[in-house]
């Protein structure tokens, strides 16, 4: 639980903290259809080596984003079975009875886990660099020009901002209860499933029963400062683009134009 970085900002010094939110969104998005571009091992390592290079620029620590990528272990080796029962393609690695398993699995499993893996270094690099409240405001712009056919922008940025912002206040709480829980003699590894069931619920209800508590705190204190959903708003910071933006948003459009290229040269 305490492994899950995402959406956790980190208050540092660098020239993509200074960075205009609108401007990280659009790379990001950019950066993410590039993922999906099927430039092979060749374009991956392009990208990794670009993430790698962001990453330094924006002072983050690669035992960050290591953190964040920890939590998708499970998911990517239930991946890696599903694929070896069904993947029959490539060289057989070995034979167990009648199961085989190919290499053709294996490189598909490692596909997707390099994919997720430079997917989770993007996002973790927009939120980690990124204050929530900038976040809104980023958003908020970008959906601007859907205001006209009655797209509500301000409230929309408002949920993923206050969303970002407590996933790891709930992962914090998650733990906290965790820990409670077990210095009154609850195992959460061992035991029948009943036991174990029963553990779960022990750490659910508590964990609900506090969101649903900060959440009321968060509306009274938001109706109590006279936030009004809908209402025209000022903002004491307005956003504006600067040369550093255009760089960055020049620089994801080559790694896409690129990815484009060694996509059709393969």
């Not at 991956?44 to 960050?64: D, E, N």
């Not at 409230?155 to 906290?176: G, H, K, V, W, Y």
């Not at 009321?216 to 204190?221: F, I, K, P, R, T």
């Not at 910071?237 to 760089?247: A, E």
Request: include cysteine; charge should be positive.
């Amino acid at each position: 639980m305490g492994n899950f970085t995402l959406g956790r900002y980190m208050p540092l010094d660098s020239p993509i903290h200074k960075m205009d939110p609108r401007m990280k969104i659009i790379a990001m998005l950019i950066m993410l259809v590039s993922i999906f571009i099927n430039a092979g091992w060749v374009g991956y390592g392009i990208i990794f080596v670009v993430m790698a290079c962001v990453i330094m620029t924006a002072k983050l620590s690669f035992r960050f984003i290591w953190k964040a990528m920890k939590p998708m272990l499970f998911m990517l080796c239930f991946l890696l079975v599903i694929n070896a029962l069904v993947v029959t393609t490539g060289v057989p690695l070995f034979t167990i009875g009648s199961f085989t398993l190919y290499s053709g699995a294996v490189l598909q499993t490692l596909y997707i886990a390099v994919r997720l893996l430079l997917m989770i270094m993007i996002t973790t690099c927009l939120t980690a660099t990124t204050k929530p409240m900038d976040m809104t405001l980023g958003i908020e712009e970008l959906l601007g020009p859907f205001k006209k056919i009655g797209v509500p922008a301000h409230e929309i940025a408002m949920l993923i901002s206050i969303a970002l912002r407590f996933i790891p206040d709930l992962i914090d709480e998650t733990q906290r209860i965790m820990k409670a829980q077990q210095s009154r003699g609850v195992d959460m590894q061992e035991g029948t499933v009943k036991e174990k069931v029963g553990a779960i619920l022990s750490l659910i209800v508590p964990l609900f029963v506090s969101a649903f508590q900060r959440a009321e705190d968060l509306a009274n204190a938001m109706e109590a400062r006279g936030y009004a959903p809908g209402e025209p708003r000022t903002r004491y910071r307005t956003l504006k683009f600067h040369v550093r933006d255009y760089i960055l948003l020049g620089g994801s459009l080559c790694i896409l134009v690129t990815m484009m290229g060694v996509s059709i040269l393969l």
